[in-house]
């Protein structure tokens, strides 16, 4: 008991010593490491990695009750205990841990943004929504799987080079015949890269998420896969009940038509130029 009493004795003059010499810094300095909490916070919040976190805070809070009560053979196994653990959870979440480092990597701090400039940009690309929402409209009816990702930011090299290249202006005709399912390129993606389809036929990593709705398959997981790898947006044509889909974000979107998957292409790829991430990086250009 005086072990715990002079524990918090000892806390609370550090603490009194510590506000006698608070200031500005201190409180930015707060706000930044609150920041960060927050984040990292959101980010396992989604992640199979929440268990394991609350199991590490409790093996911890036993680490701090074994030290104050004296239980020194507790707290040797615990203490080796975490050591230990710190290594598995470096190997076992080392998916987790790439996806946040990525998710930093293309934050908005200090990057450009780039997007159509131009009237002669802006025109091509509603050409390219058009076109994409009859091909999706049409495959829909007749419940012809599609997955469809527009490349922003986040360059797919590693994507577009698991398919093959086609680089080829975008209309319904070529989007619906990739898609049959009697080609060769049907059951992977097209990228769609600055107003054309760069790729067709492409390979994108699964989520590894496992609370997912049993209606969703192989697609419907890819889509989720790479958004939360990268900040692609994807439109999803279910191949077993024709609904279209989108994703961002690893968020899925369900039940479009037509018309309302036109606007929300607009508004997550060209929309509010104050708050919305843009689609393309060379305005528009021809190749």
Excluded: W
Aim: glycine letters at 8%; one cysteine or more.
């Amino acid at each position: 008991m005086n072990i715990l009493t002079n524990f918090i004795s000892d806390a609370r003059d550090v603490l009194m010593v510590q506000f006698s010499t608070f200031g500005v810094m201190d409180v930015i300095d707060l706000l930044v490491v609150a920041f960060i909490m927050y984040k990292v916070i959101g980010f396992i919040r989604d992640t199979r990695a929440v268990q394991l976190v609350r199991g590490i805070l409790l093996l911890v809070l036993l680490y701090l009750l074994s030290s104050l009560l004296g239980m020194n053979t507790v707290n040797f196994v615990l203490n080796n205990t975490l050591q230990l653990g710190l290594i598995a959870v470096l190997i076992i979440f080392q998916p987790e841990l790439r996806r946040a480092l990525e998710r930093v990597g293309r934050s908005k701090f200090g990057m450009k943004t780039f997007g159509v400039e131009t009237e002669e940009g802006r025109r091509r690309a509603e050409e390219m929504i058009d076109a994409v929402c009859r091909a999706c409209a049409e495959m829909a009816e007749s419940c012809t799987g599609a997955l469809i990702v527009f490349e922003r930011k986040v360059r797919l090299g590693e994507v577009v080079k698991s398919g093959t290249e086609i680089r080829s202006e975008i209309t319904p005709e070529l989007l619906g015949t990739i898609f049959y399912s009697g080609t060769p390129l049907h059951d992977g993606a097209v990228v769609i890269r600055d107003l054309h389809v760069e790729a067709a036929g492409c390979f994108l990593p699964l989520t590894g998420k496992d609370d997912l709705s049993k209606e969703l398959g192989t697609r419907h997981r890819a889509a989720i896969g790479i958004t939360e790898m990268s900040d692609a947006y994807v439109v999803v044509v279910s191949e077993e009940t024709g609904t279209i889909s989108t994703v961002e974000n690893g968020v899925i979107t369900r039940n479009f038509k037509e018309e309302t998957l036109r606007e929300d292409i607009r508004r997550n790829l060209l929309g509010d130029e104050k708050r919305k991430r843009r689609l393309f990086r060379r305005g528009g250009g021809k190749r």
